[in-house]
């Protein structure tokens, strides 16, 4: 972890009321930003929080496929703590989201975001709802300067590959990408399935890609992003 990272939660200290999108700001419960390691090599990046990440404040937590992911950044050394242990911390404290809580996930090299950083519990963000969020990712992405962005879902890597790839975007498809390494400007992409819609052999096989095709070489590279 950085050496001035107080805290895991929005260690950016990004706008918790923001209201950029008014018809997400009336029925959201919390805005969601990035938790983990500012000074992570990896991001993990998702479309929008799901109502169990909404409840605890915390990305990819609250629910089954959140403890999915927890379970993958544990398998891949990001994580020392249980992979349910903001849903267990939350369920003691149903009013409020777990920031500042000892039970947040103790993550390392590693920082979960998401493209909207609030839920709309009826719909998926518009596209002019994540570019309302854009600052947020962009601001993030820039002071963390990642090697590795895990795109999370066909949405995610789409998004990314407008700026970040010289392929179009149409051309990418995350299940057929997934567990795999695709270069981009400055970084590298291993794009991922959802994990409400992995199987336990697609979680494994992205867990052993990362391991035996990342960590077994020097992903570090120079950086040259451009600019969103």
């Known amino acids: 972890m950085d050496a001035h990272q107080d805290t895991l939660a929005n260690p950016f200290s990004m706008d918790e009321d923001c209201r950029n999108c008014p018809a997400l700001a009336d029925c959201r419960e919390h805005v969601v930003h990035g938790y983990g390691d500012a000074g992570g090599e990896f991001v ?12 605890t404040g915390v990305p990819f937590t609250g629910d089954a496929a959140g403890e999915r992911i927890q379970r993958i950044l544990g398998e891949l050394g990001f994580s020392r703590s ?29 920082y979960l975001t998401y493209l909207s950083r609030c839920r709309h519990p ?6 002019d709802e994540v570019r309302n969020c854009e600052p947020f990712l962009n601001a993030e992405l820039r002071m963390i300067n990642p090697e590795i962005i895990v795109p999370i879902g066909d949405r995610v ?30 970084f590298e992409l291993v794009p991922m399935i959802p994990p409400a819609e992995q199987t336990d052999a697609q979680e494994a096989e992205f867990v052993e ?16 992003r451009q600019s969103r």
Do not use: C
């Open 44 to 55: 993990f990046l998702g479309e929008a929080p799901s109502a169990g990440a909404e409840a």
């Open 82 to 110: 249980a992979p349910d242990v903001a849903e267990r911390s939350s369920a003691g404290n149903q009013n409020s989201p777990s920031s500042g809580d000892v039970s947040e996930p103790d993550i390392q090299n590693a």
């Open 122 to 127: 009826e719909r998926t963000a518009s596209d």
């Open 157 to 186: 890597l789409r998004e990314l590959a407008v700026e970040y790839t010289t392929r179009a975007p149409d051309s990418f498809d995350a299940a057929a990408e997934h567990a795999t390494t695709v270069r981009g400007r400055g």
């Open 209 to 224: 890609h990362v391991k035996e095709n990342v960590f077994s070489r020097d992903y570090r590279q120079t950086k040259g």
